[in-house]
T-cell receptor
């Protein structure tokens, strides 16, 4: 089954404790992206990757890092999480970058930073 | 940069009512337009899309027409069901617009509640 898998689905942690949210897709997609969803703000893009070793900032990249060492994986790293990063996070992928292809979304990761 | 504006709701309707959720956008160039739906506890699923002016996207009884002259992509359904209760997001692809990072620009989402 074609899917985007995120882990963990839920995480409660404390300020400053490094965490990684993993994202994996099994569709051989070139393009992957991270979004955060906040009430009243909709979804905003954090980072995206057009292919292996190619990443770039989205609209709200501050406080986040990403890497793309393999085509299927695109982890989101919070080196020193803060309470304003409490949010619902979604990973997405699509076949190609700079395209009009729809994106496939994971089920989301709810992060609470205390 | 690009932007998408949609009614936030909640929008509450009775079963079998007619649904319209308005969506307007600001972008240069020729973005593709999408409607995504999010059911409780789940990720976003593509509902329908349109890639050029006057295209009509349709799926599961929902329709939306790409109107470049009014920069709109309103979502409609003739008879809603309780199972349509969800959050609906209008989005545009930044590709070919030069108006943002490669990816999607989303509206804030419309929470739709259908009562039996």
């Amino acid at each position: 089954e074609a899917q985007v898998t995120q882990n963990p689905r839920y995480l409660i942690t404390v300020t400053g404790k490094k965490l990684t949210v993993t994202c994996s897709q099994n569709m051989n997609h070139e393009y992957m992206s991270w979004y955060r969803q906040d009430p009243g703000l909709g979804l905003r893009q954090i980072y995206y990757s057009m292919n292996v070793e190619v990443t770039d900032k989205g609209d709200v990249p501050e406080g986040y890092k990403v890497s793309r060492k393999e085509k299927r994986n695109f982890p989101l790293i919070l080196e020193s999480p803060s309470p304003n990063q409490t949010s619902l996070y979604f990973c997405a992928s699509s076949p190609y970058s700079f395209s009009n292809q729809p994106q496939h979304f994971g089920d989301g990761t709810r992060l609470s930073i205390l | 940069g690009n932007s998408v504006t949609q009614m936030e709701g909640p929008v509450t309707l009775s079963e079998e009512a007619f649904l319209t959720i308005n969506c307007t956008y600001t972008a240069t160039g020729y973005p593709s337009l999408f409607w995504y739906v999010q059911y409780p506890g789940e990720g976003l699923q593509l509902l329908l899309k349109a890639t050029k002016a006057d295209d009509k996207g349709s799926n599961k009884g929902f329709e939306a027409t790409y109107r470049k002259e009014t920069t709109s992509f309103h979502l409609e359904k003739g008879s809603v069901q309780v199972s349509d209760s969800a959050v609906y997001f209008c989005a545009l692809s930044n590709a070919a617009t030069g108006g943002g990072a490669d990816g999607l620009t989303f509206g804030k989402g419309t929470h739709l509640i259908i009562q039996p």
